[in-house]
């Protein structure tokens, strides 16, 4: 009985820790070069979405950017940057920071 309460009691601290800490997070806006249709921000897209720490990764053709959120860390800004330089598309593309 005594080793259930003791149980109990260490899962619900772990529990609260768990939740005192929450994950970081952080935003960064990309201008994103090279693209020319939306193929190339869906290619762009999926391989900042595999970048570790990466939360979302949102890629517009349109406005030539991409919106990424991201556990700082687990990721710089610099990694997200390279996986735009290295996604193998129809096109070689190319990132810079807009804003943090
Ligand atoms: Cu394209």
Known sequence: MLRVLVLGLVVSLAA??????PPK?????LEV????????????QASLQKVKGVKD?????????????????QCKVETLVQAVRE??????FSAKVKTK
């Open 87 to 92: 996604t193998k598309g129809m096109a070689e």
């Open 33 to 44: 070069i090279g693209m020319h249709c939306e193929p190339c921000a869906d290619v762009i």
């Open 16 to 21: 609260m820790s768990l939740a005192a800490a």
């Open 57 to 73: 990764a949102k890629v517009s053709f349109n406005d030539k950017e991409a919106v990424i959120r991201y556990d700082p860390d």
């Open 25 to 29: 997070e952080a935003t960064v806006k």
